[in-house]
């Protein structure tokens, strides 16, 4: 079973009120948590007390006889500590004093922080760090018993008359002990920080932030992020059924080839916004040859299935058989690489054909810039260990990587598949949506 060690700062109520004769907060959660270890953080005003009367390890000793377990004292003393008020300075030894004391914990060990006592820049270092979730703890708040703010004197402060006369030792005494979420600070800061994460189309890390928290509210919006980590990932199944189930539209285009290079393309898109370099490069090559295929398609009137069949490895292969039905289209191959007219189907041959058919002399340097691309780029990238920037590409290709995705969304508007220029920025319009939803 594991150990349960508090930490709490020691205020002016501790150890026990003599305006109210009733614990202070530090005093109170022993009581009721009963913990094995206790760390006591004192500040030089808190330490000067301690010495003149035993104060604080006195009640607690007490309380160790009363409820018959024993409470291991582990004293941070801060005798330089006079500025007591300093956010800053509190905070940044608080950060301190816990990362000590969790590297000393077990693994079934529970950290509770008492968040009631000391100065108020010492209680709001506590509620930060409950709010940031950097560490693993309970915070403890503690209310007064005349549920009003507390008195602070110390004049004539009788540590043992005011431990027989403290009203909490009565067997029927009131737990006082709050668990502290903040959970509208919680709920906004996991909000904030799941935007970010979509705001960069890294999903997975916001489902992430959703899985970790507590909060039910923000857990309903997981699946829409997950429609959108699906997306990302081709699975158009998947998109589809949580479209149906969420009641949303965000895939513009819905069936056939159209559908599977429009989003693939986006993919890319993505990759060379995030700064994806390499993953851009290597992504490419896949687009390119069915992009290619789709524009000698609907430019030129070849459909290549005409002219190749598929291997038992599945390789797309030209068909001398076929091919002899269309003596013109075999001659610009074999132009292009003789070598190659029975091997498989490359984008390098259909670009040939494209250049010899179309009339379109955009076309045609669109078709060429993005061989260069892939000739010049993708196989470095692919096959030598390198790092990957824009300069990099631009000094290989004389383009930057998003003039490179520009030339792919020219490429498609030759396409035939109707793809509206507005239609690219169709990522942002679903991110838009879902954080639209997380404003409810």
């Known amino acids: 079973m594991g150990r349960i060690i508090l930490f709490s700062p020691v205020g002016g109520t501790d150890p026990m009120s003599q305006n109210n004769f009733y614990d202070g907060s530090m005093i109170h959660i022993c009581r009721v948590y009963k913990p094995d270890i206790v760390y006591l953080y004192m500040s030089n005003e808190m330490l000067e007390f301690q010495k003149a009367d035993d104060r604080y390890m006195y009640c607690i000793r007490k309380l160790e006889e009363r409820n018959n377990h024993h409470i291991e004292i582990r004293m941070i003393e801060r ?222 009137g070849i459909d290549i299935d005409d002219y190749t069949y598929f291997d038992k490895k599945g390789g797309r292969r030209w068909s001398d058989k076929k091919l002899e039905n269309n003596p013109e289209l075999k001659e610009i191959l074999q132009g292009d690489s003789p070598e190659l007219v029975l091997g498989y189907v490359y984008s390098h041959n259909i670009k040939s054909i494209i250049e010899n058919k179309s009339n379109d002399q955009n076309l045609k340097r669109i078709v060429n810039d993005l061989r260069t691309v892939e000739d010049k780029v993708r196989n470095m990238a692919a096959h030598q260990i390198i790092s990957v920037n824009d300069d990099m590409i631009r000094e290989c290709t004389g383009y930057d990587s998003r003039v490179i995705m520009n030339t792919i969304i020219a490429a498609f508007d030759y396409t035939g598949f109707n793809i509206k220029r507005d239609k690219w920025n169709s990522y942002d319009d679903m991110n838009a949506v879902i954080k639209a939803k997380m404003m409810i």
Request: net charge negative; proline share 3%; glycine share 2%.
């Open 79 to 300: 005798p330089n500590l006079t500025e007591v008020q300093r956010f800053d300075d509190i905070y940044s030894d608080f950060v301190e004093c816990i990362k000590m004391i969790t590297a000393d914990m077990r693994e079934d060990d529970k950290l509770l922080l008492n968040v009631s006592s000391g100065t108020p820049a010492m209680k709001s270092s506590l509620l930060v760090m409950n709010v940031l979730g950097e560490f693993d703890f309970t915070a403890v708040q503690v209310s007064t018993p005349e549920k009003s703010i507390n008195e602070h004197t110390h004049d004539g402060y009788d540590v043992e008359t005011l431990w027989d006369m403290n009203q909490d030792n009565c067997e029927s005494f009131i737990n006082r002990c709050n668990e502290v979420e903040c959970p509208a600070l919680l709920y906004q800061k996991n909000v904030e920080s799941a935007k970010k994460f979509i705001d960069n189309y890294d999903y997975s890390a916001a489902l992430e932030i959703l899985d970790n928290s507590t909060n039910k509210t923000i857990k309903e919006y997981a699946d829409f992020i997950l429609l959108a980590k699906i997306r990302l990932e081709l699975d158009f199944s998947g998109v589809s059924k949580l479209e149906k189930k969420l009641g949303v539209d965000c895939t513009p285009v819905k069936t056939g080839d159209a559908k599977k290079l429009f989003e693939y393309a986006l993919t890319l898109q993505i990759k060379q916004k995030r700064k994806q370099y390499a993953d851009f490069l290597r992504a490419i090559t896949p687009l390119i040859a069915d992009l290619f295929e789709a524009i000698l398609k609907k430019q030129c």
